[in-house]
């Protein structure tokens, strides 16, 4: 079964390793280089944040996903 981090990973391109997290290309705006930055908090919640400025719900919006994405399910 995949996590909800797979399932983001298949939306985004050039995704790679960096430091305790992840890169990517930004997809709400014309990214040539990665500038999105992927990392899971403490809570595994799905932290998102596009250096260039983008709002996460702009991100959010690109990769056809919403807030509630981001947090894992409890039980």
């Known amino acids: ?28 705006h014309g990214d040539k280089e990665p500038s999105l930055s992927i990392n899971v908090g403490d809570d595994g919640r799905i932290l998102l944040y596009c250096h260039a400025g983008c709002p996460t719900e702009g991100v959010l919006q690109a990769l056809n996903m919403t807030f509630r994405d981001l947090f894992t399910k409890r039980r």
């Open 1 to 28: 079964m995949e996590t909800k981090i797979d399932e983001i990973f298949l939306r985004l391109n050039k995704v790679s390793r960096s430091g305790g997290g992840w890169t990517a290309l930004c997809p709400h």
